[in-house]
């Protein structure tokens, strides 16, 4: 494979924290969510071959069903992550309750992930991913279940990967989001989307058409504003429509509707990590009324309404949605 000189998320991880002892640790993280994205890519890969599509027959905790790959994911990064040496807690979209990691093998960083995002795309062949959401736990706290209700603003870093046409791995930290693309070869991924920015434009709006109806009346306007003035993609597997917003620019919205009065998606393991991604390049995240990252978490699994992308369009919509 020809790479071209670039880096690979291993020289990156090291050379950009070597000498922030406050995240010591976060490197071992990041490389623990990269080895179970290149197994769960793998599986991804040859479900259809393995048979192993289709659902496992039970609901998760969010009475939804869950799919073969849904589990097998989790374990994947479940294993890879407590085993990491510096994973304290897992919170995970299909377990109900917190994975919390034995006090001698566990470490100082706690993760909310969905391990495999886009249920409905995965028997089809179309784009999925996984997201995940990393803090920091407080200097010599005992980590309860109570310690992973963190605000997302709290986030140290925040990471997903998108298994597409090519699977690439984006992280964001403080300083930069960066993509890096698996060499599916080597299992090795490399820099290849160096300082994501959004951009200014935003040709794209992103939304479930029909949900439309059972919108309240602002949000049905702010969603026929984008309507008017935007091309809509939607995919259906939110990293997927987030990852072309980032790259391309444009707007996704997973408003409260009749059905869904908290809206659908998942606070801790989607809208936070996501919403951190958005903001560290230059875009932004609200449920419609309250900046994403700033909600108080009550529940582990708790849903909320999304509005997440280019900076303005995030902020004009919420205007009409709050009616501010
Ligand atoms: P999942 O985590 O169970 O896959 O559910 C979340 C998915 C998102 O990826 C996507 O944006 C949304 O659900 C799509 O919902 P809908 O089919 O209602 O449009
Ligand atoms: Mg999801």
Known sequence: MVTGGKTTL?????????????????????????????????????????????????????????QRLDEASSSIFVETLSTSGHVAAIGCEEI??????????????????????????????????????????????????????KKGNEQVAAAYVVYGSSTVLVLATQDAVCGFTLDAQSGIYYETHPNILIPDACPYYSTNEGNSKGLDEPTKKAIALLRDKYSQRYVGSLVADFHRNLLKGGIFAYPADLNRRDGRLRLMYEANPLGFVAEQAGGAASTGYERILDVLP???HQRTPLILGNKDVVESTVSVISGD
Do not use: C, H
């Not at 071959?49 to 905790?61: F, K, Q, R, S």
């Open 96 to 149: 109900e309750d917190p994975v919390i990691v034995d006090g001698e093998t566990g470490g100082g960083f706690i993760v909310l992930m969905d391990p495999l995002d886009g249920s409905s795309n995965i028997d089809v062949a179309v784009s999925i991913g996984s997201i995940f959401g990393i803090w920091k736990k407080a200097p010599g706290e005992t980590v309860n279940d109570d310690s992973l209700l």
């Open 298 to 300: 009550k529940e582990l």
């Open 10 to 66: 291993q020289e990156y991880v090291e050379a950009e924290w070597q000498n922030k002892s406050q995240i010591q640790g976060l490197n071992a993280v990041i490389l623990a969510i990269a080895e179970g994205s290149r197994q769960v890519q793998q599986q991804v890969q040859q479900a259809a071959l393995a048979d192993a599509l289709g659902t496992t027959g039970e609901t998760n905790v969010q009475g939804e069903i869950v």
